[in-house]
């Protein structure tokens, strides 16, 4: 049972350079997440799928873009990365529109920019 | 104002001792609620869940909902020092799929 799982788990890249961080569970689970984690600022919502081909914006979407074409995987790319864009970035995923149904988490990506 | 609030801590309570860990919300149409602990360097794993007003307990932990006054908190009976951790609490809204979280409140437990 590999759950969702993300790659890489550490990531360094130059400024201006595109990155993509990849996420892909196993579960079938519809809805997934990405989200970034910062000192002091805790989870913050970049982009969510509902299912394949349905995303949306969450609290910080800019610099970033996803891409849902297989309800397994949810890719998240940063197109010219920023010093800013340093962070640890976590792929959740929830099987259901269920209110009782909790967000699982993958073991997240550190990506430094220099 | 955020939507999820936490005090960030650090929480020092000694080995032994009942944590009690709180969160506001500021949505009033929110409608499931999560605690989640975080080691250092991990990911976020699910502690708790609750919808109704009232009490929710599960061994040594308790989720406390009161909606009027828009807060969610949790208590650790008997803390140890492996509950050392930051808690999040996070909250669902109706109409929506997004889970949005607080900032979280560092817990030290003191052996």
Redesign the interface.
């Known amino acids: 049972d590999a759950g969702i799982t993300q790659s890489p788990r550490y990531k360094i890249t130059e400024t201006g350079r595109q990155v993509t961080l990849m996420c892909h569970q196993t579960w079938s689970h519809s809805y997934m997440f990405w989200y970034r984690q910062d000192l002091g600022h805790g989870l913050r919502l970049i982009y969510y799928s509902a299912a394949a081909d349905i995303t949306d914006k969450g609290e910080v979407p800019d610099g970033y873009v996803v891409s849902r074409s297989k309800t397994e995987n949810f890719p998240l790319t940063l197109e010219s990365a920023t010093r800013s864009q340093t962070s640890v970035y976590f792929c959740a995923s929830s099987p259901d529109r269920n209110r009782y149904t909790e967000a699982f988490f993958g073991q997240g990506t550190r990506l430094t920019v220099v | 104002q955020k939507e999820v609030e936490?005090n960030?801590g650090p929480l020092s309570v000694p080995e032994g001792a009942i944590a009690s860990l709180n969160c506001t919300y500021s949505d009033r149409g929110s409608?499931?609620f999560?605690w989640y602990r975080q080691y250092s360097g991990?990911?976020?794993?699910?502690i708790m869940?609750i919808?109704s007003n009232g009490d929710k307990e599960d061994g040594r932990f308790t989720a406390q909902l009161n909606k009027a006054s828009q807060y969610v908190s949790l208590l650790i009976r008997d803390s140890q020092p492996s509950d050392s951790a930051t808690y999040?609490c996070?909250v669902?809204t109706?109409g929506t799929?997004?889970?949005?979280?607080?900032?979280?409140t560092r817990l030290k437990v003191l052996a």
């Open positions: 936490q960030s409608q499931s999560f991990k990911s976020p794993e699910l869940s919808y999040l996070a669902t109706s799929y997004k889970y949005i979280f607080g900032t979280g």
